[in-house]
């Protein structure tokens, strides 16, 4: 893509493939509000969003042709629903040059260990993202060990949504979401990634609130990364002025330019994929004359880096 830097690769760390799977979950508790008609249908209406198809393979297109569109070379697309593994392994199987996937996983489930392995060993998929808000369960509980073995095997990627956690379309149809935020707190990681040293962690949006506390666990473990994925609105949160260009400044500082991922934390269609996001913090690499080298690494070349090792 071409940007203040020159033509640079573009590797979106983090978007989320919300596939047919992901909303007939939502759809299933909600379907007796749409009569006996198209449910799936009018909850898209409801929304204002085109859904996708069964196939998982069309919304892989969908976001490749995103991707053509805009300039990005590659992404990390998410299966955001438990035991979504297989929507995210066909979009990898039919553009595995464009895609890399990762699956959301509850570590609570006696089943989440093999599940994993599977994921990782004959699906192809590059990252386990864990919610401990969502489900429940710290990131020091050695419950999650045989999570982080499975994930040491091959060199996967663990992602882990500390802060504040919404999730908007869930608000929009009035669905619950009991999340317990004593469990959002970045530095329950700091005993896992001492632990298991050689995997790589990636922590989203700047810790989504608890910007303090991901600098320090930065600062401890050089196994930790930040992804500076969506606008980070929860600035407004903090109890002192914080922008997005200070959220890089310090950051740069803690963790230098080579433990920093971009990502936008795209979502769905017709919105597709966040280019505000990226010119935001583009520009704001260059307002902070970040060399051209350094840049390329954060928006692409240290998540290449990282998959490569697997």
């Known amino acids: 893509m071409q940007t203040a830097f020159g033509d640079v690769p573009v590797f979106d760390a983090h978007a989320h493939f919300f596939s047919y799977r992901f909303f007939q979950g939502l759809l299933e508790p909600i379907k007796a509000r749409y009569g006996s008609g198209d449910a799936y249908g009018a909850m898209g209406k409801e929304l204002g969003l085109e859904l996708p198809e069964a196939d998982p393979t069309k919304l892989a297109a969908r976001w490749v042709a995103e991707m053509d569109r805009h300039g990005v070379d590659r992404m990390v697309l998410m299966a955001s629903a438990v035991g979504d593994e297989e929507s995210a392994a066909a979009a990898v199987k039919a553009y595995p040059d464009r895609i890399a996937g990762y699956f959301m996983l509850d570590p609570t489930k006696p089943d989440a260990a093999v599940r994993a392995r599977h994921a990782i060993l004959q699906l192809g998929l590059q990252g386990i993202a864990l919610f401990p808000a969502m489900h429940h369960f710290s990131a020091a509980d050695e419950r999650v060990w045989p999570i982080y073995h ?88 903090m109890p002192h002025p914080l922008t997005v260009r200070d959220l890089f400044e310090k950051s740069l500082a803690v963790f230098g330019p080579s433990r920093l991922l971009f990502g936008t934390d795209s979502t769905v269609f017709p919105r597709g994929w966040r280019a505000d996001v990226f010119r935001e913090q583009a520009q704001i690499l260059s307002d902070l004359k970040v060399s051209p080298a350094d840049a390329a690494a954060i928006l692409g070349g240290n998540l290449a880096r990282l998959l490569a090792r697997q």
């Open 150 to 237: 499975a994930a040491a095997e091959r060199n996967a990627v663990v992602f882990v949504h500390f802060g504040l956690l919404k999730i908007a379309i869930r608000d929009r149809l009035g669905l619950p979401s009991k999340f317990d935020m004593r469990f959002s707190n970045p530095l329950d990681l700091h005993k896992a990634a001492k632990e298991f040293s050689n995997i790589n962690f990636q922590i989203p949006h700047f810790g989504c609130g608890f910007f303090h506390e991901a600098l320090m666990l930065g600062d401890l473990c050089d196994n930790v990364h930040l992804d500076t994925s969506s606008s980070n609105a929860w600035v407004k949160l």
